[in-house]
């Protein structure tokens, strides 16, 4: 596979209602959209890196400098064979997990396009439906969190997920769970919490939770571990886990007993392959952790889920659940087991709207 052009472009997709971690508040969610050009083919691929380094430390201007100047020409005219070619080219930059994997992405869909394959059939995925739930951000009150979740329940999403964060735990969770006593609930902190301030986890021990995801630093194994001894609740870990080897290193060490896999955060869809091999031979659940994507990163993710090892629901939302406006024209939406089906086209298995593309975009640039 020859690529002879990447085009990229900064979008700004404006959310259906403002989404709030412990890191912070947005109405819109920014990222890149890779189109990457193969004779007659064209790859897509969506980095995820936000406008703020809030999740993590890259952003869209990191991103767009570090592909610019460094990935695209790495990949740009030479063959390459596989993913895996491509992450070892791109071995030199140190970092940047999310630039590498928007990149990966366009790689896969043009390999898919090429050979009639969807990424699904490609991975080994044994599911054509995948189980998902629905990431709810922090609201307003306790009262209010209730009924935004209702909401969602009314829709069919059979699995919440709410945020939390110092003061916004143990009453916003107690709130949910009293509600609705059955819910499958986990909670998210992104990070919020250190191991002297963490007494509010002990109180949501005994909510029934499947799990606790990321509650104390990203840097931070050793003090997981240390909590995940004092909790029964499993503690699930995102921020923490960059790579197949710290996957390993978190469940050797006992940080976690469940990982949350997104593709942006470990480099790429390969690196995720590998954390759900190794925990499936393991025996260690995982699922698809989102980034709020559009219709290229949400069938990417799609196809990820379909492996047998993601045996809890994802945090794969409905197209509408996100956005006004999408910038594929597939569409997904939640059947009435909470499932949401796999692309089965080439690739990703998308197609984009070209006035909604034109709509987002903030800037465009074409390498070379
Ligand atoms: O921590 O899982 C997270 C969104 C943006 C950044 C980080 C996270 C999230 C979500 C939303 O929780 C998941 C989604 O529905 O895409
Ligand atoms: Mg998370």
């Known amino acids: 596979m020859k690529i002879t052009q990447i085009n990229l472009r900064h979008l700004r997709m404006t959310l259906r209602t403002p989404f709030e971690t412990s890191f912070g508040r947005s109405e819109s969610r920014d990222c890149i959209l890779i189109k990457a050009h193969a004779g007659d083919l064209v790859g897509y691929g969506e980095c995820v890196a936000d406008a ?52 990966e992405m366009a790689l896969w869909d043009l390999l898919g396009k090429r050979e009639g394959r969807s990424l699904r059939e490609m991975f080994g995925g044994t599911q054509e439906r995948v189980s998902v739930g629905v990431s709810v951000g922090l609201q307003a009150s306790p009262g209010a969190l209730v009924e935004v979740v209702g909401g969602y329940l009314a829709q069919g999403y059979r699995r919440v997920k709410i945020k939390i964060k110092p003061g916004r735990d143990t009453g916003d969770t107690l709130a949910v769970r009293q509600a609705y006593p059955e819910l499958r609930l986990q909670v998210d902190a992104n990070s919020a919490y250190r ?106 993710n799609l196809a990820l889920a379909s492996l047998p090892g993601f045996t809890l629901p994802g945090d794969i939302s409905a197209s509408e659940r996100y956005y006004l ?41 074409s390498i070379p």
């Open 195 to 300: 191991l002297e301030t963490a007494q509010a986890l002990h109180q949501l021990d005994d909510l029934n939770l499947l799990l606790i995801e990321q509650p104390l630093a990203e840097d931070d194994l050793w003090d997981h571990s240390q909590l995940q001894k004092r909790l029964r609740t499993p503690i699930c870990l995102d921020e923490s886990i960059l790579s197949a080897r710290h996957a390993r290193q978190a469940l050797e060490m006992n940080a976690c007993r469940v990982i949350n896999i997104k593709a942006g955060r470990v480099g790429g869809l390969s690196e995720g392959l590998a954390i759900h091999n190794l925990c499936r031979e393991r025996g260690v659940p995982v699922w698809c952790g989102g980034m709020l994507e559009t219709g290229v990163g949400r069938a990417s």
């Open 325 to 365: 406006e999408d910038i594929t024209q597939e569409r997904f939406t939640l059947n009435p087991d909470s499932t949401i089906d796999v692309p089965g086209g080439p690739g990703l298995g998308v197609s984009l709207e070209p006035a909604a593309l034109e709509r987002a975009t903030l800037a465009e640039l």
């Open 52 to 103: 703020e380094p809030g999740y993590s430390y890259e952003t869209v201007q990191t991103a767009w400098h570090i592909i610019q100047d460094y990935l695209a020409p790495a990949m740009l005219s030479q063959d390459i064979r596989a993913p895996q070619e491509l992450q070892e080219r791109f071995g030199f930059v140190r970092g940047h997990p999310m630039a590498k994997a928007g990149l």
